[in-house]
């Protein structure tokens, strides 16, 4: 907690609003997608989603593959509760949403289901989008499964596994706008792995977006070696997400921005 503190009293330091942006393609970002006020009829969809989950007080057994759990002691848990603690934010959800809506994927990977709160965004961001999710826990993904049934979010395929394997298996995709949103494995050894076996599907238009790259001192570990690495061109660091762009036309570039 004491190490969360001081990344975000660092990340306020550094962070700049669209004022502090001088790349267009950044600033474009920032102004018509970040900042953009305008009430989406699907955020009320998005509420409901979250809404069905927070009155869902069955249990379930969670298996978890990941980096564990700081909230919870039991693999027993509430379906309401892992929405109210492990969920993503309703602004957060929005601002999913909006992204995808802005960039307008033909293909989205999101390795880390959960129960669906973010897969929800995508699936209103571009309706039209082919979505695969991945989720190592069968039980969490059934919940998800009904949720997507419930709320008639078609496109989206779901894959229950452990994530490196079927990364890699993963083939380089024929679209050129793809979007993946890794949520799955907040450690630094698995967020490098997953990185590096989908490097090879990565095209000029890909965008990727790294979720809680400060949860701890390893997870930043390895945003800076993801920054650095040399095909990753601009990166815009918004504290909760890291999100990372391969646009050869752009000078290498980093941003930290408030959202």
């Known amino acids: ?21 001088h790349s267009p393609f950044v600033f474009n970002l ?5 900042y953009n006020k305008q009430p989406y009829p699907e955020y009320s969809i998005l509420k409901n989603y979250r809404k069905s ?6 249990t379930i057994e969670v298996t978890d593959f990941g980096a564990g759990s700081r909230v919870f002691k039991s693999n027993t848990r509430a379906i309401n509760q892992i929405a109210k603690t492990a969920g993503i934010t309703q602004k957060r959800a929005e601002l999913l949403f909006r992204i995808t809506k802005y ?9 880390g289901t959960s129960l669906g709160l973010a897969t929800s ?23 998800a ?34 979007l993946i949103y890794f949520d799955g494995n907040h450690s630094k050894a698995a967020t490098l792995e997953y990185f590096e076996l989908l490097m090879p599907t990565i095209t000029n ?7 809680d790259i400060h949860w701890s001192a390893d997870m930043e570990a390895a945003w800076e070696i993801i920054k650095n690495n ?9 504290f909760q997400w890291g999100l990372v762009f391969f646009r050869t036309e752009q000078e290498k570039e980093h941003f930290v921005i408030r959202t």
């Open 121 to 143: 965004a995508l699936s209103l961001g571009n309706p039209k989008a082919k979505i695969t999710t991945l989720e190592g826990c069968e039980n969490t993904l059934a919940v």
């Open 230 to 238: 040399p095909k990753v061109t601009v990166t815009i660091d918004t």
């Open 145 to 178: 499964q009904k949720q997507f049934e419930t709320f008639e979010l078609n496109n989206i395929y779901t894959v229950a596994t452990e994530f490196n394997c079927f990364l890699k298996d993963r083939q380089p995709s024929t679209d050129n706008r793809q």
């Open 205 to 211: 238009e890909s965008v990727w977006i790294f979720d």
């Open 1 to 21: 907690m004491l190490q969360q503190i001081k990344s975000y009293l660092n990340f306020l330091y550094h962070s700049k609003n669209e004022h502090g942006v």
């Open 30 to 34: 920032v102004t018509k997608c970040f």
């Open 103 to 111: 960039f307008q994927p033909d293909t989205i990977l999101e390795i």
């Open 53 to 58: 989950l927070l009155e869902n007080k069955n």
